[in-house]
């Protein structure tokens, strides 16, 4: 059922509230010999428009450009958290996020070779990350500084920067530059391996985990075995997708790369607000009803628990949520040994199997209340 006008017209207030206030990401270069924090390597595929002044807009290209920012992490700072420095005046390296060298390559050889060589430093693991709706180029790369640090991430990291037009009423636009961002997405996979990678791992957010699934799904479809063998695992974080939709890009895939693990809440107050403007009743993020997916290789993880503000980015910004990425292998391991028991699996989290699918993560402290009543 189509919602009328002024159902719609709620949705978008809702949109601008939750994030129209928020002030938008920007790339700050600093002086060469700056002194700065933590640098994180952060490669870069990306089918955005390179403008005259060589910044990446939302606009869509031709082709895939290739990059490498070197992102200073502040050593001031809480775990999960940006501190974007002033648009006008001085930034702050101890304090705030800024680039400490940008590069782009004039060819994909360049990059692949650049890639090579810190995949050979990594044991040749490589992580590549797609972000959400509503990011542009700076926050998309940002964010994925901030995650690989706060992980302590061994690996070369690499973003897959699509064409998002970085406004909260972009929301359609977002939705069929996600569909035409597919293609580019499976090239970087290609040349992430190209150059080298023995092991890539897989991390999406909110509708760049429809990127993500439609990619994973034309590799699958050219029968490149090779390439999909190279995935170790597979995390979305919030995904923005149809349920039905999912499903199907699953089957076609057909053997899941292994850990498959969605974090979700049915707290996501951005996944609610999709489901309304799409017409959907809920989208896989904010999942309820997990027989609709029990007869796939997922684990869905509920991390409601943790929520606050808009919900829709908690394993990115919590601390405790942070560590268990870190070790979701071995969690994945002891979710197979034993699906029915409780365990406790980092200080401060609890993790109970909920049934074949499902897992909720918890506060200790919450828990232990609980147990007090």
Request: proline share 4%; hydrophobic share 45%; glycine share 10%.
């Amino acid at each position: 059922m189509f919602f009328d006008q002024a159902a719609q017209r709620l949705v978008i207030l809702g949109l601008i509230l939750l994030m129209g206030c928020t002030s938008r990401g920007a790339v700050t270069l600093v002086p060469s010999g700056t002194p700065v924090g933590d640098v994180e390597k952060i490669f870069i595929g990306t089918t955005r428009k390179q403008e005259s002044d060589g910044s990446f807009s939302g606009s869509r290209a031709d082709g895939v450009r290739y990059a490498l920012y070197e992102v200073s992490v502040p050593k001031i700072r809480e775990v999960g958290q940006i501190a974007w420095p002033p648009r006008h005046g001085k930034a702050d390296p101890q304090t705030q996020f800024v680039t400490a060298a940008e590069q782009v390559y004039p060819t994909a050889d360049r990059f692949r070779a650049n890639l090579r060589t810190e995949l050979a430093k990594n044991g040749g693991e490589a992580v590549i990350f797609v972000h959400g709706y509503n990011t542009n180029f700076a926050e998309g790369v940002y964010r994925v500084a901030q995650f690989a640090h706060d992980l302590k991430l061994p690996g070369a990291i690499v973003e897959y920067s699509w064409p998002s037009a970085g406004v909260p009423l972009g929301y359609a636009y977002d939705r069929d530059s996600a569909l035409w961002a597919r293609d580019g997405l499976e090239q970087l996979i290609h040349e992430v391996a190209a150059a080298g990678a023995k092991r890539i791992y897989l991390v999406a957010h909110s509708m760049g985990s429809g990127v993500l699934m439609e990619a994973l799904r034309t590799v699958a479809l050219r029968a490149d075995r090779r390439e999909l063998g190279l995935v170790g695992g597979v995390i979305l974080i919030s995904p923005d997708i149809d349920v039905d939709v999912f499903r199907e890009e699953a089957h076609a895939i057909k053997d899941l790369p292994q850990p498959f693990v969605i974090f979700g809440s049915d707290r996501d107050r951005i996944l609610q607000l999709s489901a309304a403007l799409t017409g959907n009743s809920e989208r896989l993020g904010a999942l309820t009803d997990m027989s609709r997916v029990a007869d796939l290789k997922v684990t869905f993880m509920d991390v409601g628990a943790f929520s606050e503000g808009a919900g829709h980015f908690t394993v990115g910004e919590s601390p405790a949520l942070i560590s268990l990425l870190g070790q979701i292998a071995s969690i994945q391991g002891a979710f197979e040994a034993d699906r029915r028991r409780q365990l406790g699996v980092l200080p401060g989290i609890v993790m109970t199997v909920q049934n074949a699918t499902q897992v909720i993560l918890s506060p200790l402290v919450a828990v232990d209340t609980g147990l007090r009543r």
